[in-house]
């Protein structure tokens, strides 16, 4: 789906951040279609995802709800979104999901080189590809890159750049570790795909360059 397409970052950061969608298709496999849903989100579980939501349910991993809670949200029609921060994670649930063969439609996203190779790898081949054609319009008015590459994992804008700048200043002077403030990041995000575990290396990497003027 495009609202995971405009992720912005480095090639190294971005080769441990990628997507998978299931979505079940009205007029063809919605009815009936929840115990395919559960069982391809639990073979996701077994392959480890960085995060995950349901649209039955709407709140991602780090929103206090367990991962049972999330299993039976599922109804007909579920979509399900996750990522996770390995290629090699990615590719175990594909395989997966590809033995279980439930006829379920699933999108993958992530830089265009590293999933054909993935899909190749596994046997698949994909029908359809949507590509990011980059920002357009007036550019000036959007936060700086190093804060872009946060608040483009939300692909619902619902983490805010004051929120990333919050979360900098907090863990800059000590009062949250980078995860603590990578689980921070990913609470208010609606669509399940912020990535805290790059958002936790994303933060290491940036901490020593910033300064701190209000505690």
């Given at each position: 789906m495009t609202h995971s397409l405009h992720r912005e970052g480095t090639l190294d950061s971005l080769e441990r951040d990628l997507?998978?969608?299931?979505?079940?298709?009205r007029g063809f496999n919605y009815a009936g279609s929840s115990p395919k849903v559960r069982h391809l989100m639990e073979l996701v579980y077994l392959a480890g995802p960085s995060n995950m939501i349901v649209s039955t349910l709407r709140r991602n991993l780090y929103s206090g709800v367990t991962p049972d809670e999330v299993l039976d949200?599922?109804?007909?029609?579920?979509?399900?979104?996750?990522?996770?921060?390995?290629?090699?994670?990615?590719?175990?649930?594909?395989?997966?999901?590809?033995?279980a063969d439930e006829g379920i439609s699933v999108v993958v996203s992530g830089l265009i080189d590293q999933i054909r190779e993935i899909a190749n790898e596994i046997?698949?081949?994909?029908?359809?590809?949507?590509?990011?054609?980059?920002?357009?319009?007036?550019?000036?008015?959007?936060?700086?890159?190093?804060?872009r590459q946060f608040i483009t994992m939300c692909g619902h804008g619902m983490v805010s750049p004051d929120l990333v700048r919050d979360v900098i200043r907090k863990v800059k002077t000590g009062k949250l570790s980078c995860w603590e403030?990578?689980?921070?990041?990913?609470?208010?995000?609606?669509?399940?795909?912020?990535?805290?575990?790059?958002?936790?290396?994303?933060?290491?990497?940036?901490?020593?360059?910033?300064?701190?003027?209000?505690?």
């Open positions: 997507c998978l969608f299931i979505y079940p298709a949200s599922v109804r007909d029609g579920a979509r399900v979104y996750c990522t996770f921060n390995s290629r090699e994670k990615l590719k175990e649930a594909l395989i997966r999901i590809k033995e046997g698949l081949n994909p029908h359809t590809i949507n590509l990011s054609l980059g920002i357009h319009g007036r550019t000036g008015r959007l936060p700086p890159p190093d804060i403030g990578s689980l921070t990041l990913a609470e208010p995000c609606t669509c399940g795909i912020y990535n805290p575990h790059r958002s936790a290396e994303l933060l290491k990497e940036l901490i020593p360059l910033y300064t701190v003027t209000r505690w």
